[in-house]
Structures are given as structure tokens and as C-alpha cells.
């Protein structure tokens, strides 16, 4: 039953939302908000997160070229949390200038380089990009949890390979804790942290600092519990 309530628990707004069907509901009224999160929580878990960031960047910065999106893309690291493929940015840009969200502007060149395109976002961009960004908002998890999988499906591992792995995740969440304390203490000297500069760029990096603390404190509920069964038949001390 426990591997099971996740699933129990994505599929209920889809229910919900086929009791709406039909329904005529004033706007911003407790039905209307039940209805628009049930249509954005039911919808597939997999999007196009490249496609809401390359938006929102051309939002944000205007117009501009495949290159100077590039850099801003790995400025902010987005490829390596936001699902970004670096690689696929120019193939995605065409594809949403094809659909009329974006539309080519002008040509530049740079002394020998080659010409490069500059693109806007459009009329069209800003809706798709205003569902992309609702949709993502409305969903609680885009992407597979890697740990609740090697967790659930670890077949039958010594008690001592338990005790591996999760010292191996433990290890890797303290690390990580330890390169957003850096990170932090250089985004609020250069200022791109502070909540006036950029509240939410500040408040994404807090949440970030607070999922990785409660992995943290999962550890020093759970690690005894999932360990119980070691040798001596004792239940080990939770790990720091």
C-alpha cells in the first residue's frame, strides 16, 4: 500500500476535474480555482521546460540570439536543474518560431563569426508561455524520483548495503548543502540573491536550501528505522 499513494494522489485531480465538465463557473470563484488546478494538475507530467525557459528569458530580457540565450541558460546553471538540454536550444528556438511564438527580427554579426538570428517573443509566446509556467506551478514533482525508486524497488539487500546507500545519498545531500551555503553567501554579496534585488530568484534558492534540508532531516528520522534489522538484531543510532 505504501507505494502506492503517490499514485493515488496524481490521479485525483483528474477525477476532479471530469466532475467540473460541463460546469459554468464565475471566475476566481472557489469552483473556477478548484477547476483550473484540477486542468493543470491532470495534465501529462512530462513538458517542455526548455521551451517555458527559453520563453521566459526572451520575456525577460528581450530580444535576443541563440547564443546570448546559451549563456544565460548556463549562467544560471538551468541545465543542470531545470531540464534544460543545451544542445537542444537552437532546434527548440526554430521549432517555436515555425509555431509563431517567437518571430525572427533582425541578423547580427561579430566581426568573422557567423550570422546569428535574433528572436522575440510574440503575442502567442506570451500565452503559451503564461500555460507552461501555470502548468509547471501546478504540479508538485516534473520528474521521476530517482531515491523513492532505488528505495521501493531495491529488491532484498543486506542490511549493510541498506546502510551503504542511504550514507551514499546522506553524503551527497550534505555536500550539496554545503555548495548553496557558498553559493548563497556569493549571491548576497554580488546582490542577485537579495530578496529587493530579485525576490524570485531569492525565493526559488530558499526553496532549494529547504527541500535539501528536510532530505536532511529524513536522514535522522529514517535512517535507524530503515536499518533495523542489522546483525545483532539492534537498531542502530540515526546518523548526523
Not at 556569493?186 to 542577485?192: A, K, L, S, T, V
Request: one cysteine or more.
Amino acid at each position: 500500500m505504501a507505494t502506492r499513494c503517490w499514485r493515488c494522489c496524481g490521479g485525483r485531480p483528474a477525477k476532479a476535474a471530469r466532475r467540473f465538465v460541463g460546469r459554468r463557473a464565475a471566475p476566481g470563484s472557489d469552483v473556477s480555482l478548484r477547476l483550473d488546478a484540477s486542468r493543470i494538475a491532470s495534465v501529462p507530467s512530462v513538458m517542455n521546460l526548455t521551451r517555458l525557459v527559453l520563453l521566459g528569458l526572451l520575456d525577460e530580457r528581450g530580444d535576443s540570439h541563440g547564443h546570448q540565450l546559451r549563456r544565460e541558460v548556463e549562467s544560471r546553471r538551468a541545465d543542470q536543474w531545470a531540464g534544460v538540454g543545451i544542445g537542444s536550444l537552437h532546434r527548440e528556438l526554430r521549432g517555436m518560431a515555425d509555431a509563431g511564438l517567437v518571430e525572427a527580427v533582425r541578423t547580427e554579426r561579430v566581426a568573422n563569426r557567423p550570422e546569428r538570428t535574433v528572436y522575440r517573443i510574440t503575442a502567442d509566446g506570451r500565452r503559451e508561455l503564461l500555460v507552461l509556467r501555470q502548468t509547471a506551478m501546478g504540479q508538485l514533482q516534473l520528474s521521476a524520483d530517482a531515491m523513492s525508486v532505488a528505495l521501493i524497488f531495491a529488491g532484498r539487500p543486506a542490511p549493510a548495503d541498506r546502510v551503504a546507500m542511504l550514507r551514499r545519498h546522506r553524503l551527497a545531500v550534505a555536500a550539496e548543502l554545503e555548495r548553496l551555503a557558498a553559493e548563497r553567501a556569493n549571491g548576497m554579496e554580488q546582490g542577485y540573491l537579495r530578496p529587493a534585488v530579485s525576490p524570485t530568484q531569492a525565493a526559488s534558492f530558499r526553496r532549494a536550501e529547504l527541500h535539501l534540508q528536510a532530505e536532511s532531516d529524513w536522514h535522522r528520522e529514517c535512517d535507524a528505522m530503515l536499518a533495523v534489522d542489522t546483525a545483532d538484531g539492534t537498531m542502530p543510532a540515526a546518523a548526523d
